[in-house]
């Protein structure tokens, strides 16, 4: 009997399909004739996906393109259903429907709530569910540490070992990698890949002018061109793009953020992984190929694999290694709401130098890189004590490579604290200091980053030690935190600082 695959929006890659018969010449043995009926794929655009919440329109744009990209290639083996709901479109097709574990504890709760569809193991991550569970397991009461996790799935994989033994000797070239700009001399690395639009892209553009017409949506930020790969091949070609061009600068210039450079040597692969286009295992394998065949140095090799097949998969595993009610906690109790500058990304709003500058990345592109999105965007959320359930909403729906299940830990646990310590041991909080070794905002801002009080305070130098004064009681027991807390003692200004900021508030700085 033929099957019918029902594909998420983020399940477009031939490897949530490759146990199908798909197409012409595809069909084999199976009916009484030797033949097989061929197999179809069910995708599902629903409109009240982008009623219900204020997506960033490139976002809406990226994933609508690679859904009606992936339609075109599959051809008539694709039902593209353009419905207000997923039930109307299910209900449309009868019999049982086969759909790969999805993405969010939502979706696998209405997909397991269906008796006509049968729920098949995840795709699109390195580590199985069950390898996971063994190796939590086998942890007993020590903390879930990412670089256990990471050298377990070196080991388990094959990636960059020579035998039992980490290629070069080390598991961890940080100490190589994230310099300083000015250090590195500037960016001395090629520029990202672009794809370039076609018709599937220009008709996804006049839907969504069209639906904002209707008054049936509302979209935040800028779109177009469209900077991200929507098919598995603009991925592939990012891919090879980025491994011959720019991964030998990844590692030096990983944690650096350049007013001009928004990109860096990142790779921008995060929206087409996350919409299953590539394989985080072929991503691996390619970068270590690069290393092999020395076109690319161990350090930077090594901090990208890292990032992959790492953090990546940590994160996808702690989503659900946690309750789901882990996306509501509030260890430091912050209640404030986000501020419509902030939530409508108003970078002209704010001085501040790096926050504005961050601002309008999310803007223009709805993505900026790991560290303006920890250090600057979250920072200053968990210095003002923002809700951590509003940011993470907010967060998912300006980011192009936003998902529940990777932005609740890396917003609730890691950039928030939100968790008590789950993700980090210790609060991500930093002064302008920080931003200014990191950077080169602070030489053009109108605030000075050695400034705690007064016109010229640093908002993230002062907002961090009112953070401190805030939640002194709540971080007294993490013993991380002791030296960062006495030196509150030492600030004679503290109740100055205290009051300024609190008269700041959350207005733009
Ligand atoms: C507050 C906050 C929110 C984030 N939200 C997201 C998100 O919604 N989606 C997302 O994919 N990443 C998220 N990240 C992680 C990381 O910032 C992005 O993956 C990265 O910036 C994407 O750009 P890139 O593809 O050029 O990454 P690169 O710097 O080139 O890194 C390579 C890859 O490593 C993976 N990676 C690295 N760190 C993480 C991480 N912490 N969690 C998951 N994957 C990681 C990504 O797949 C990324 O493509 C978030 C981080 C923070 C601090
Ligand atoms: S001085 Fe402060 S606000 Fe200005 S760019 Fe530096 S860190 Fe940002």
Redesign the pocket.
């Known amino acids: 009997m033929a099957a019918v695959r029902w594909l998420f929006g983020d399940q477009l890659g031939p490897h949530f399909t490759d146990d199908l018969a798909l197409g012409p010449g595809r069909s084999t043995a199976g009916g009484t004739d030797g033949s097989r009926d061929l197999d179809r794929v069910l995708l599902v655009e629903s409109r009240q996906v982008f009623a219900r919440r204020r997506f960033h329109r490139a976002k809406a744009h990226l994933v609508l393109s690679a859904m009606r990209h992936r339609a075109a290639e599959l051809g008539d083996s694709c039902m593209y259903a353009r419905v207000g709901t997923y039930t109307e479109a299910l209900d449309a097709v009868a019999g049982t429907k086969t759909v790969r574990h999805p993405t969010s504890h939502a979706a696998l709760r209405f997909v397991r709530g269906r008796s006509d569809v049968s729920v098949l193991p995840p795709r699109g991550f390195a580590t199985s569910q069950a390898d996971f569970a063994a190796w939590a397991d086998g942890r007993g009461t020590r903390r879930l540490l990412l670089e256990d996790f990471y050298r377990d799935a070196r080991r388990r994989h094959g990636v960059l070992m020579d035998g039992d033994e980490p290629v070069g000797g080390r598991w961890n070239f940080d100490a190589d990698n994230r310099e300083p700009p000015r250090r590195a001399g500037g960016l001395d690395v090629r520029g990202p890949w672009w794809p370039t639009e076609d018709g599937v892209d220009a008709g996804v553009r006049e839907d969504l002018d069209r639906w904002v017409r209707d008054g049936d949506v509302a979209f935040v930020g800028h779109d177009g061109p469209r900077r991200f790969a929507a098919t598995r091949g603009e991925a592939l070609t990012a891919l090879e793009h980025f491994v011959a061009h720019r991964l030998a600068g990844f590692g030096p210039h990983e944690d650096a953020m350049l007013a001009g450079e928004p990109w860096m040597a990142h790779s921008l692969l995060s929206a087409p992984m996350n919409l299953g286009l590539l394989d985080p295992l072929e991503v691996v394998a390619r970068a270590e190929r690069a290393y092999r065949e020395g076109a690319a140095p161990l350090a930077s090799v090594e901090g990208f694999v890292r990032q992959v097949l790492g953090w990546r998969d940590y994160v996808w595993h702690l989503y659900w290694h946690q309750p789901p009610d882990y996306r509501r906690r509030n260890a430091l109790q912050a209640g404030t709401p986000l501020p419509d500058w902030f939530a409508d990304l108003d970078a002209d709003a704010v001085?501040?130098?790096?926050?504005s500058?961050v601002l309008a990345g999310v803007r223009d592109h709805g993505w900026v890189h790991h560290v303006p999105r920890l250090m600057?965007l979250g920072n200053w959320a968990l210095q003002r004590g923002i809700d951590p359930g509003a940011l993470t909403d907010w967060f998912h729906r300006s980011f192009v490579d936003g998902y529940d299940w990777v932005m609740v830990p890396n917003v609730v646990g890691m950039s928030q604290y939100a968790d008590g310590g789950v993700m980090a041991t210790k609060p991500y909080a930093s002064?302008?200091?920080?931003?200014?070794r990191m950077?080169d905002?602070?030489?053009?801002?109108?605030?000075?980053?050695r400034?705690r009080v007064g016109p010229d305070a640093?908002?993230?130098?002062a907002g961090y030690w009112a953070f401190l004064a805030r939640n002194r009681p709540r971080l007294t027991a993490n013993h991380r935190m002791a030296q960062p807390l006495s030196g509150l003692d030492r600030l004679r200004d503290l109740d100055a600082l205290v009051d300024q900021e609190t008269r700041r508030g959350t207005e733009a700085?």
């Open positions: 001085q501040a130098r790096c926050l500058s600057v002064g302008g200091s920080y931003i200014d950077s905002y602070c030489g053009g801002c109108r605030f000075s980053p400034r640093c908002p993230y130098t700085p």
